[in-house]
């Protein structure tokens, strides 16, 4: 069985690594905006060939992402329906529909005009529920976090240049799973039905947890569970 699993901002080794540990297989990728060098001219449409080519010629995978990568899986499921068995999409920032609730806005003003020294904070507080009792973000983030979350600017810009149209998003007519945490930012559930509504074979869950530690982190082995009932039929 072949799953491919897309990041955000986390490393691909750090956020998925109880989930593959539990289910014992996953191919972990990063995005190809957090590579060494960004990429030359780099666009979603970079990430959509890269993830283009690691499929590659089999015939489809079972796709899973978080954050942006939630984001980049949704778009290339939408191009590329032939060669996703299953979508799994958890949380991601961007769907490209409209956004009226406010948080699309606030992501460009943090990603794309805060200094990237002072996003950490602002980023990890937009990401939870207003209100909810989580620990604040650590004062000396991981040595990974500052180059990345920078980077997360390069990665928010190419997915803000492009659009979805709720008929592109439901003609992909393949199983998805939209889990999403109960203290992350309102706009992740609203966005996890809204998703529901326009794909034609979709089931939302409610886990523990909030953005940073999203559904995959926070409940292992449901997650797990899940994800093994969705693919069952495949």
Do not use: K
Request: aromatic content about 8%; some cysteine.
């Amino acid at each position: 069985m072949d799953l491919i699993c897309l990041n955000g901002v986390v490393p691909a080794h750090l956020t998925f690594a109880a989930l593959a540990r539990t289910l014992g297989f996953g191919e972990l990728r990063d995005l190809a905006g957090y590579a060494p060098s960004l990429p030359e001219r780099y666009s979603l449409t970079t990430e959509l060939t890269t993830l283009s080519s690691a499929i590659g010629a089999r015939p489809a995978v079972h796709l899973l992402g978080y954050s942006a990568g939630a984001s980049v899986a949704l778009a290339y499921a939408v191009r590329h329906p032939a060669t996703v068995a299953t979508l799994t999409l958890i949380e991601p920032p961007w769907t490209g529909l409209p956004d009226p609730s406010g948080f699309t806005a606030r992501m460009d003003e943090i990603m794309l005009h805060t200094p990237p020294e002072q996003r950490w904070p602002v980023f990890h507080e937009l990401l939870t529920r207003p209100g909810s009792d989580i620990p604040p973000p650590p004062t000396s983030p991981p040595a990974w976090a500052h180059e990345r979350v920078d980077r997360g600017g390069d990665i928010w810009r190419a997915l803000r240049a492009t659009s979805l149209t709720p008929a592109q998003i439901g003609a992909f007519t393949r199983p998805v799973y939209l889990p999403y945490a109960d203290d992350s930012h309102p706009f992740f559930a609203d966005t996890a039905h809204t998703l529901a509504e326009l794909f034609p074979a979709a089931r939302v869950d409610e886990y523990h947890g909030n953005h940073i530690r999203p559904p995959h982190v926070s409940e292992p082995e449901r997650f797990a569970t899940a994800l093994r009932n969705l693919w069952s039929p495949h």
